[in-house]
C-alpha cells in the first residue's frame, strides 16, 4: 500500500480516515456461510491489502460470500460459484506474509492451480509512469539492507544505503538471500498483452499535477500500463535521492534485468511466503502475478522540495489508482474464468 491524498489538507489526515473507515465501515457482504468439507477448487484469488483496494472486486465481480480465515482480521470473500476468493491482507510486509501463509495452509482451500493476482496502490517513479498508470511486475524486490546516515557518510556516496554483504551503495554483485523475488514473466507478459491497449481513467487535477513533471516524459503522459518491478519496504519514503536509491537497488538485486517502477509494503511479503507454499505443494508460484497502481509519485517535481511533495494534495490520485487495479485485474481474472478448460493445466504464455 502508498496511501495517496485524495481532497485531504495532509497525508497523515487521509491515513486516519482510511483506517477509521476499515475499522468502522467493512466491506460489505452476506452473512458468514459454511464451508464445506470438502475443499474448494480455487481458479483464482484476488488479494488486496486494505478494504478500499478490495470493495470494486467485491461489488463488481460479485465476491459477496464471506468466510472467517483464523489468524486473519477480515474475512475472505468468495463468489457463489466458489471458484474465486479475495483476501484483504492488511497492510506491511507483517501482515502479507502473515496473511497469506494463513490461507495457503487452510485446509479448505485446494490452490494448487489457483492464480493469484496481487494487487493494490503505490508510488510511481516519474521516470517511469504517471499517476493512475498500472505496472505488472517481473521483479520483487524487499527493503534487507543496511544503512548509516547520510550525514555520517564518505562525501561520494550518493546514499546511506547499501547491501548485506556490501561495504558501500552500488556494490556490482550481491547475494541474493531473500530480497528479489521473480514473477513468471511468461504471465507477466501475458497479463500485459491483455491490458495494455486499456484506456485507463484520467482526471483534470491529476493531469496538472503531473504537469510539473517537466524533464519526465512518461511522468507526463496520461495513465497507460506497462511492465515495471518494484520495491516492497516498511519504510515509507519519499524524494529525489531515496527514489534513486530504489532505481539502483532493484536494478543491482536483479542483476540488470530489472527496473523499478512503483514503491509498495507488501509485495516481498506476499511473494516470500507464496515461494515458501509453492515448496510444499500448497500453491504454484509460476501462477502469480503482481499489479501496482500508481496513486503518486515517488519524489518532488523538479520545481518543488521532497516535503513539500510528501506532505501536499494528490488530488483525485488515489481514486484513479484504486480504478486501473481493478479494470486491469479484472481483465485478466475474466480472461482465467472464461477459459478455464485451458488455464487449469496450461499457463499462459508457456
Excluded at 473507515?21 to 464445506?36: C, E, G, K, T
Aim: aromatic letters at 10%; hydrophobic letters at 45%.
Amino acid at each position: 500500500m502508498r496511501i495517496a491524498i485524495c481532497c485531504v489538507p495532509t497525508r497523515a489526515a487521509f491515513l486516519v480516515l482510511l483506517l477509521t473507515a476499515s475499522v468502522f465501515a467493512p466491506i460489505r457482504s452476506q452473512p458468514q456461510v459454511p464451508v464445506a468439507a470438502k475443499p474448494w477448487r480455487i481458479r483464482a484469488v484476488i488479494i488486496a491489502t486494505f478494504p478500499s483496494e478490495f470493495n470494486r472486486w467485491a461489488e463488481r465481480d460479485h465476491l459477496t460470500e464471506s468466510i472467517n480465515l483464523p489468524g486473519v482480521t477480515l474475512p475472505l470473500h468468495a463468489n457463489a460459484e466458489h471458484t474465486v476468493l479475495g483476501m484483504v491482507s492488511g497492510t506491511s510486509l507483517l501482515n502479507s506474509s502473515a496473511s497469506t501463509m494463513a490461507l495457503g495452509l487452510d485446509q479448505r482451500f485446494d490452490l494448487t492451480h489457483a492464480y493469484f493476482i496481487i494487487n493494490g496502490i503505490a508510488g510511481v517513479d516519474p521516470l517511469q509512469a504517471s499517476i493512475g498508470s498500472a505496472a505488472w511486475a517481473d521483479f520483487v524486490v524487499g527493503d534487507v539492507l543496511k544503512e548509516i546516515d547520510i550525514r555520517e557518510a564518505p562525501a561520494d556516496w550518493p546514499y546511506g544505503l547499501f547491501p548485506n554483504g556490501a561495504t558501500a551503495p552500488n556494490p556490482t554483485t550481491v547475494r541474493p538471500g531473500n530480497n528479489v523475488f521473480a514473477v513468471n514473466p511468461k504471465l507477466t507478459a501475458w497479463a500485459f498483452e491483455q491490458t495494455h491497449e486499456l484506456k485507463l481513467p484520467d482526471d483534470p487535477a491529476v493531469a496538472a499535477l503531473r504537469s510539473a513533471y517537466t524533464g519526465y516524459p512518461k511522468a507526463m503522459m496520461p495513465p497507460f500500463v506497462l511492465i515495471g518491478d518494484d520495491y516492497a519496504s516498511d519504510h515509507y519514503w519519499h524524494g529525489k535521492i531515496l527514489t534513486r536509491f530504489a532505481r539502483d537497488f532493484v536494478h543491482v538485486y536483479t542483476g540488470g534485468k530489472g527496473t523499478f517502477a512503483m514503491t509498495e509494503m507488501e509485495d516481498s511479503g506476499f511473494m516470500n511466503s507464496l515461494e515458501r507454499l509453492d515448496r510444499i505443494h500448497r500453491v504454484d508460484i509460476n501462477r502469480v502475478m503482481v499489479l501496482r497502481t500508481a496513486s503518486n509519485f515517488s519524489m518532488q517535481s523538479p520545481s518543488g522540495t521532497a516535503v513539500e511533495s510528501l506532505n501536499g494534495h494528490y488530488v483525485g490520485g488515489g481514486t484513479l489508482a484504486l480504478e486501473s487495479a481493478w479494470l486491469c485485474g479484472s481483465v485478466v481474472l475474466h480472461n482465467i474464468l472464461e477459459h478455464w478448460d485451458r488455464m487449469y493445466d496450461h499457463i499462459p504464455g508457456e
